[in-house]
């Protein structure tokens, strides 16, 4: 009884000690806030990399003049970096020119976008709207012959539903507690991700009906989101961008309500006309894909070979300029950078930023530079290089402020990040959560047994207004938000850097059993 005691003791005794060893070096965090809350660059970074790069569809122009600049502002800090190839990514699709109207029976502007990858007009065009209502094939081989020069709509009938909630919210004290309290023994784990399935607007498969469409010589087909509303278009790909894929019919993106205007029209027998000058441009001379990567070497002559990394996928959907996703997040991290090279920091491990890209398709920026790097491709699990990285730290949930962190059910962190956050109670970041959630990089780095981690933001407007819209632009980032988050960041980074040992990983699944694995 009493060896069991003291044994006890001496657990509890240890386990102190362990958690003393992970408090944060005060005098590192008190200089990490002072220049990350008051002498910020982070809105200066969004906007070279928003209003000053434009849309940043993975290898379009607008991508490339993003990551040149951010490369180069690394430089100019004093860090090694460089744009590294992934592998081949596919064709690069640049909109140059976008007009869509009205105008019979009256003339008025629509609110149109194109979707990426389709194919332009060939000059102004006028051209008769006609609705499109087929269950089958049988009744779309009935259309042949009477598409050419026309624009296709397909049938809605629903209306639009006031929504009584505010666009913008903040995670509430309630909602954090619960993702603090979270215990994945008891409940489902969180995969994240989110649901945006609408109602289909036709019985018949809309890529079928895009290819009758495009032989039969139509101009074009308008589309509609299904939660689009308020002017606000949801847009993203128009089909293959692979190297030898060809042109894509061209697609376009209306907003909700002039959509249903067409609609209600055609489908009362009055005649529309409208005037649509679509300009697109492919290229094919570099069909590679891009990242952004660089390095503060580390200063300890035994850990300086080990790596934290952290990063942000610099690609965007083209509907705007991509501020929100994730134009956000790159400034976060490139601030985490400039923040601990302007502290005078020195940290042991060394510290690694990758901007990825083409993270929009799927993830493929990270995926292709942890196969590259870091996988064994026989066990899909890290090898002797992956295993010198100690974390990856991620940001990609819009422009609101950091509230904690999700460990994606790795136990052994828990406490650690608990104790990193204690400095910044006051700025409203204090939740850890076993929770796990997806849809973004950290996912390319958990997947080999890497740990990976996301941060907890409040959602702002993220889901209702900006998340690949017409909307995400520069305006909608939040200034005092953005520098809470790098400068929580910074900490985390710089404390990953001078732990004493690696962050814990967690147990690799039992053979056989399948587990996290990487699609390579």
Not at 74 to 80: A, H, I, M, R, V
Request: aromatic fraction near 10%; charged fraction near 25%.
């Amino acid at each position: 009884m009493r060896k069991s005691l003291l044994l006890l003791v001496a657990v509890c005794f240890y386990s102190l000690a362990i958690a003393q060893n992970d408090k944060p070096d005060m005098d590192a965090v008190s200089k990490i806030r002072t220049e990350g809350l008051s002498n910020s660059k982070v809105m200066e970074h969004a906007f070279y990399f928003t209003d000053v790069s434009g849309p940043r569809l993975n290898n379009s122009p607008g991508y490339l003049r993003a990551a040149n600049w951010a490369k180069d502002k690394l430089k100019e800090w004093g860090l090694d970096a460089k744009l590294e190839p992934w592998g081949d990514w596919g064709k690069g699709w640049e909109l140059q020119k976008s007009y869509l109207a009205l105008t019979s029976p009256y003339y008025r502007p629509l609110i149109g976008f194109p979707k990426a990858w389709c194919s332009g007009t060939n000059g102004l065009q006028n051209a008769e709207v006609v609705v499109l209502n087929v269950k089958d094939s049988v009744e779309l081989e009935a259309w042949a012959g009477k598409l050419k020069g026309k624009i296709i709509l397909l049938p809605r009938t629903d209306t639009l539903i006031p929504t009584f909630n505010a666009d913008a919210s903040r995670f509430t004290d309630e909602a954090l507690k619960k993702m603090a309290d979270y215990d994945p023994k008891n409940r489902p784990a969180n995969q994240g991700g989110r649901n945006f399935n609408g109602p289909r607007p036709t019985g018949l498969n809309v890529n079928k009906i895009k290819d009758f469409a495009k032989k039969d010589g139509a101009l074009a087909i308008l589309s509609c989101s299904p939660r689009g509303r308020d002017g606000t278009l949801f847009v993203s790909g128009g089909g293959s961008y692979a190297a030898t894929a060809p042109e894509n019919f061209l697609d376009i993106v209306v907003a909700y309500e002039d959509y249903m205007s067409l609609m209600r029209l055609v489908s009362n027998k009055i005649p529309i006309k409208v005037d649509i000058d679509v300009k697109t441009s492919f290229t094919t001379n570099d069909i590679k894909g891009y990242n952004v990567v660089a390095e503060l070497k580390g200063t300890d002559k035994k850990l300086k070979d080990e790596v934290v990394i952290l990063g942000g996928h610099l690609d965007s959907w083209h509907g705007s300029t991509g501020a929100t996703d994730n134009a956000a997040g790159c400034s976060v991290m490139m601030e985490v950078l400039r923040i601990l090279k302007a502290t005078g920091l020195k940290p042991k491990r060394t510290i690694r930023i990758c901007l990825w890209g083409g993270e929009e398709q799927g993830l493929h920026g990270s995926r292709n530079y942890v196969k590259n790097h870091f996988t064994d491709t026989a066990t899909r699990r890290s090898n002797a290089e992956g295993d010198k990285v100690s974390a990856y730290f991620n940001l990609d949930n819009g422009t609101g402020k950091v509230r904690g962190i999700y460990t994606q059910g790795n136990t052994d962190v828990k406490d650690i990040f608990s104790q990193w956050l204690e400095p910044f109670a006051d700025l409203g970041a204090s939740t850890v959560t076993l929770q796990n959630t997806g849809g973004t990089d950290h996912q390319s780095f958990d997947g080999v047994g890497i740990p990976g981690f996301q941060f907890i933001q409040d959602v702002i407007e993220y889901d209702t207004r900006t998340h690949h819209t017409n909307m995400d632009s520069y305006d909608h980032l939040l200034a005092d938000d953005l520098k809470q988050a790098a400068t929580i960041i910074a900490s985390f980074v710089y404390n990953a850097a001078q732990r004493e040992q690696k962050i814990p990983r967690k147990p690799a699944p039992a053979a056989g059993t399948g587990g996290q694995r990487q699609g390579f």
